[in-house]
């Protein structure tokens, strides 16, 4: 175990459903980041908190909302997602945002029909 | 552009033998870092090189680094069925962002 848990771990929805992905740190870190994996394509950091305040969006869709409401927890609120949307996506934490080891957790499969 | 580009893609070995995977990079880095990703899970760090550094160990991994060449191996000694997995390395471009290559996937037949 990474310390990093994310639920739930597989996720089906229709293009019309609002659904959340969680994530959860027990590594006392302070940055949180929410990457997305697709087949055949490097990871895409798409949001960075710091301190429970967004510091970096990567020029996401509206359709994907994140949200801190401490430094323990991350969501990721989805709505209206594209079937292109379909991937694994990856919550990581680190101590601080610069150049330190970040930990993942194992991911929530996303499937968008 | 990508910043860290992992070669080869794919690599497939017999169990006992190394493995050795290449990242080259583009811009000057603060540090560059290798992980691990079993199919369809996170990633597990495996070991951080800094930029004033050449080499590191962990085991049985062992990381060079040469900031001229902007280049970075990752050798797997005696490997073993269980290292089957991706791997990907990060570099931390100065000022910016830990930025992921596509990874190579290594299997290690027994």
């Known amino acids: 175990e990474t310390g990093v848990t994310q639920t739930p771990r597989h996720l089906v929805m229709g293009m019309t459903n609002k659904k959340s992905l969680k994530c959860e740190q027990h590594?006392?870190?302070?940055?949180m980041y929410w990457y997305k994996q697709s087949a055949k394509k490097p990871l895409e950091l798409m949001f960075v908190?710091?301190?429970?305040?967004?510091?970096e969006n990567n020029s996401v869709p509206s359709r994907f909302s994140p949200e801190c409401p401490n430094s323990s927890h991350l969501f990721l609120h989805l709505h209206t997602l594209q079937p292109e949307d379909s991937a694994l996506y990856l919550c990581a934490s680190s101590q601080g945002q610069g150049a330190n080891i970040q930990y993942f957790g194992a991911g929530t499969r996303l499937s968008v029909l | 552009s990508q910043q860290g580009e992992e070669d080869p893609q794919a690599l497939s070995i017999q169990e006992g033998e190394n493995a050795t995977m290449n990242c080259s990079y583009k811009?000057?880095?603060?540090?560059l870092q290798w992980y691990r990703q079993n199919s369809g899970r996170g990633l597990v760090h495996l070991i951080l090189i800094r930029s004033n550094e050449r080499e590191k160990h962990s085991g049985r991994l062992r990381v060079t680094l040469d900031t001229s060449k902007k280049s970075s191996s990752l050798l797997i000694t005696a490997s073993r069925a269980a290292d089957t997995a991706s791997y990907f390395c990060a570099t931390y471009p100065i000022g910016s962002r830990l930025t992921f290559g596509e990874g190579t996937q290594l299997t290690v037949n027994p």
């Open positions: 811009t000057s880095i603060n540090n």
């Open positions: 908190y710091s301190l429970e305040e967004r510091v």
């Open positions: 590594l006392g870190h302070n940055a």
